[in-house]
């Protein structure tokens, strides 16, 4: 048996000029960070040819073709030799269409699993660039490259996307205060709200390829607030970052329809009331969690509490897509 676990993430900095759309022609720039909420891919031998997959359904199938679940069939097509005799098992700390890059987490923990179990491991850099040629090269899905990244290296990080499709990966230079007073200031409060972020991507992936000025003329700001971003985090100012962020989610709602509605611009409101210093919808938008600042948490908890949103606590998880048992 091999069990996997890949960390979730939140964004610091820069999301959205992940999509190849935007940054094959203009180079994208992301910060992330894992935190420890993870998706785990359990897999074991089975002594009769078939394949056991065991999601949010179950399927039980002779072939890999036969494969309804697609992210788990183009894996194994990319992985497996020889007929199939697999169980294959997901579960999450969270679920999915919440905003925290679940999908992107699955493919890494689904491929470090299959890799791990033909004895060939693989660099944090070539997983995460596995996952991503499934998801966006086969599978044709509108998303960006932060989530396979960030899940596949874990901590604290920078990306920069650039126009030949490599991917520079540096470490977020904090100082222990600072990442320390960043950990405890951010809270986590879910909107109730699932959904895909596909319609919102798509929208934008389209607007992108056709030149629409507005969202190119969005994106350079975005990517332009997310190096502002690094600059406050790295000398140690998150009263700078958590006004950024503000500055930040007031553009994103901006970027399309499906951004956020009237609920979330109220539970927004109400968080900067109750000393929120800025925030931001993770994600896409549409739903999911939304992210504050603060250095008055029982008051922003309490107020986000009275209006029913419940708090995840989290932490930063520091080790990325990793084998957790193995026997």
């Not at 676990?5 to 910060?31: A, K």
């Not at 406050?232 to 950024?244: T, W």
């Not at 925030?279 to 992210?291: E, P, R, S, V, Y």
Request: charged share 25%; aromatic share 8%.
């Amino acid at each position: 048996m091999i069990i996997t676990r890949s960390p979730l993430r939140i964004t610091l900095g820069g999301g959205g000029t992940d999509l190849p759309s935007y940054y094959r022609r203009h180079g994208g720039f992301v910060i992330g960070g894992a935190i420890d909420r993870y998706v785990y891919i359990t897999l074991h031998y089975t002594f009769a040819q078939e394949l056991i997959i065991k999601y949010s359904r179950m399927e039980r199938v002779k072939s890999v073709d036969e494969v309804e679940h697609p992210i788990i069939r183009e894996a194994l097509r990319l992985t497996m030799d020889g007929a199939p005799h697999l169980e294959i098992t997901s579960m999450a700390d969270i679920p999915a269409g919440t905003g925290l890059g679940s999908s992107g987490s699955f493919t890494t923990a689904l491929l470090g699993a299959l890799r791990t179990a033909r004895r060939d491991l693989v660099h944090p850099q070539d997983l995460a660039e596995q996952a991503c040629q499934i998801e966006i090269d086969i599978l044709g899905k509108p998303i960006g490259k932060q989530d396979q990244y960030v899940a596949a290296f874990g901590g604290l990080r920078c990306f920069e996307f650039q126009p030949d499709d490599r991917v520079a990966v540096t470490p977020l230079k904090l100082d222990t205060d600072t990442r320390y007073n960043l950990e405890d200031n951010l809270l986590l409060f879910f909107t109730g709200f699932s959904r895909s972020a596909d319609s919102i991507l798509e929208d934008q992936d389209a607007k992108v390829k056709h030149n629409d000025d507005a969202m190119v003329s969005e994106l350079h700001a975005v990517k332009e607030l997310g190096w502002q971003s690094r600059a406050a985090l790295e000398s140690g100012d998150l009263g700078r970052f958590a006004e950024l962020m503000n500055v930040h989610w007031q553009r994103k709602r901006q970027r399309s329809a499906g951004m956020t509605n009237r609920q979330i611009d109220g539970w927004y409101d109400l968080a900067r009331e109750n000393g929120a210093w800025g925030g931001k919808l993770i994600g896409a938008g549409g739903g999911g969690f939304l992210m504050f600042y603060t250095e008055d948490k029982r008051r922003l908890r309490s107020a986000m509490r009275g209006a029913g949103l419940p708090e995840v606590r989290f932490a930063f998880d520091f080790e990325g897509t990793r084998v957790i048992a193995e026997s």
